[in-house]
């Protein structure tokens, strides 16, 4: 089959799993995105009570769900908000869609070429995903915060990058986690051969 024709052969099967698993994604990976949440919330005048899935009540699907708190300053007992961010789960499996995609269908020499795309692409995806969803997810807590400290209609860093998450920034990133693994993986077998080639004469010669 040719190359193209499996990679378009692939993105449909891939659209159909998304709007098929995107719920249930968001289920299993919402314990992941609180504990990445609260990490990222550490030390701010935030608290990230949890994330969970929840019916969309504004429109059809399932929306990914992160209920926290704001604080004036990081030590109030008590906190000044309560805030609600909402993120439609077919945006929260994009991410994953795309990333693995790449990575189980990049042309390889070998199984162990793939087991090691697939074992160095784990720290990166909870990284992707840390990066798309859970800032998406926080950044109404930045935004509460920036309004506390006296903004009328403050726009925060964290906003300019959900907004760009949102302008095919996700696409973006995903690609380029999936060909930083590539890239890293294929270095490091390209170093390991090279130091197991043994030198022709011309090249002892050479060194000498």
Same mark, same amino acid.
């Given at each position: ?89 077919? #945006? =929260?499996?994009?991410?994953? *869609?795309?990333?693995?995609? +790449? ?6 020499? !070998?199984? $162990? @070429? %793939? ?58 990133? #995903? =690609?380029?986690?999936?060909? *930083?693994?590539?890239?890293? +993986? ?6 390991? !051969?090279? $130091? @197991? %080639? ?11």
């Amino acid at each position: 089959m040719r190359r193209e024709w499996r990679w378009g052969i692939a993105a449909v099967v891939a659209l159909s799993i998304g709007a098929i698993g995107a719920e249930p994604y968001a289920k299993l990976a919402a314990p992941y995105y609180t504990v990445a949440a609260r990490w990222i919330a550490e030390g701010r005048p935030w608290q990230v009570a949890g994330i969970d899935v929840a019916p969309n009540r504004s429109g059809p699907g399932s929306v990914l769900r992160l209920t926290g708190f704001v604080r004036q300053r990081a030590d109030d007992a008590q906190p000044a908000a309560n805030l609600i961010s909402k993120l439609q789960v077919a #945006a =929260v499996v994009e991410s994953p *869609l795309i990333f693995w995609t +790449v990575l189980f269908l990049w042309p390889v020499a !070998s199984c $162990r @070429r %793939r087991v090691a795309l697939l074992a160095l692409g784990v720290p990166v995806f909870l990284g992707l995903e840390g990066a798309t969803t859970v800032c998406q997810l926080i950044n109404p807590l930045a935004y509460g915060s920036a309004v506390l400290a006296g903004g009328s209609d403050p726009v925060t860093p964290w906003e300019h990058w959900s907004r760009f998450l949102e302008a095919g920034g996700r696409v973006a990133l #995903a =690609v380029g986690a999936a060909l *930083l693994v590539v890239a890293i +993986v294929g270095s490091v077998i390209y170093a390991r !051969s090279s $130091r @197991r %080639r043994p030198m022709n004469p011309s090249e002892i010669a050479n060194s000498a």
